[in-house]
């Protein structure tokens, strides 16, 4: 079913430009106020209500291993592990935004209002693999009412001993608070060659219930 | 497809986007639902034949075929380095272990002209929060609830990169593949995309290119068995 490639390329060749640039379609800002802490947003929480939600965890920890059962990481799948989750507030102004979705590409972007705090989550594993902080805004989202942190993060930076498989990953650690509290880390490995990019991405650990890679019916 | 820890039995689906499985380990979509505003997004989660509406309304499994994380992702590299609109196009590659490796897929054709007042198709996602109008949605609020949705229309006019067609999307859609019905079978031409002038939208079709990055991720990870 596939034409030769020769023939394919003389067409494109002779009949098109270089693209225009895209007019991204996502979540754009609308409107933002800067909040003391003890000020309520207009959807109703204040930044210092938000940090309660975020009161810390101590949970059962798991190491992951991909859908075809390779370890992304060093760390010992066997092993019961807990993990601390503290967050406390991080130097900077606490913000409420409303986006809304704009633009001529049709992603869903679960845009709307949100409130985002300056925080410093740490992130401690029993086994010393993980014994973190890092920092990013807290961001409650008020179409979900689910609060997330969300920061990436370089292994050689870490202060435990966690360490990819894959030479020249980098890691990502994700955190929500809510009705239900849960996070992961992960490893990403993004290639580029050959007119493509390529990005492989792993949960190495979670903590809390999280969909596992494959979840038959 | 949505990202990876959100449903397969939560509610909302979050949907982000639309795909169309075209081989064992293949999902084609568009490079905007991988790859946007210089990052990448978190859209890797493969929930076939969702239904959203099922979720919502009955508080049923909105995954019935359940769900699977994709290996990889693959993105045009100009797509990446510039986010040109000729260039919107991606995929995730399953993995080789995926229950789903098996689960069927579409044909597909290369090309890169000659659409142009054939009738193509496309049956996609809208995002939860969308609005389809009442007669579209059983919601009072009108909500799509990534409940698939569809049509079909001539195809208006295209270029090498792109064909475009006077077919209302709604977002969530994007990805969804556009087909044309050849005999007794779908032949998926191209990915959706969004809108295109005033009041058309457009598909990234399957040219020279794309049918590349869906050859080099096919051999980079082969498919077996089934």
Known sequence: MIFPRTFTALLIGAASPLGCKSESGECQVVSSMTLTDDEKSPSGTSPAELLQLSKPENAAFLWDLGLDGSNPTNAGIEEEVSVAVTTERASGSAQYVVTEQVGNTEQDGNCGPSLHVPVRLSLTTSDGALEEAFEADLILRYATGVASFDSSFAFEDLNGWLTPVAAGADGEVHAEFGEEVRGWVAVVVTLTSDGAARENWTMAGHWGDVAPPEDAP | ?226
């Open chain 2, 1 to 226: 497809m949505n990202n990876d820890v959100d449903p397969p039995n939560g509610t909302p689906i979050d949907l982000d986007c639309s795909g169309t499985k075209i081989s064992r380990r293949i999902v084609i979509a568009v490079g905007h639902c991988f790859f946007k505003s210089g990052a990448w997004t978190d859209t890797r989660r493969l929930v076939p034949a969702a239904d959203g509406i099922a979720d919502s309304e009955l508080g049923a499994d909105p995954s019935p075929h359940g769900s699977t994380t994709s290996q990889w992702r693959y993105i045009r590299g100009d797509w990446m380095d510039h986010e040109w609109t000729n260039y919107d196009f991606g995929l995730m590659v399953l993995y080789n272990d995926s229950a789903l490796k098996c689960w069927w897929w579409h044909a597909w054709q290369e090309n890169s002209s000659g659409l142009t007042q054939d009738d193509v198709l496309l049956y996609g996602y809208p995002g939860e929060f969308q609005d389809c109008g009442g007669a579209n949605s059983p919601h009072d609020d009108d909500f799509c609830f990534a409940s698939i949705y569809g049509m079909g229309d001539p195809v208006i006019t295209e270029g090498a990169y792109r064909f475009h067609y006077y077919m209302d999307t709604q977002p969530g859609m994007s990805g969804t593949g556009v087909y044309k019905i050849e005999g007794s079978e779908r032949v998926v031409y191209g990915s959706h995309r969004g809108d295109y002038g005033c009041c058309m939208t457009d598909a990234s079709r399957l040219n020279g290119g794309n049918t590349d990055l869906i050859q080099d991720a096919q051999s980079d990870h082969p498919g077996d068995g089934c």
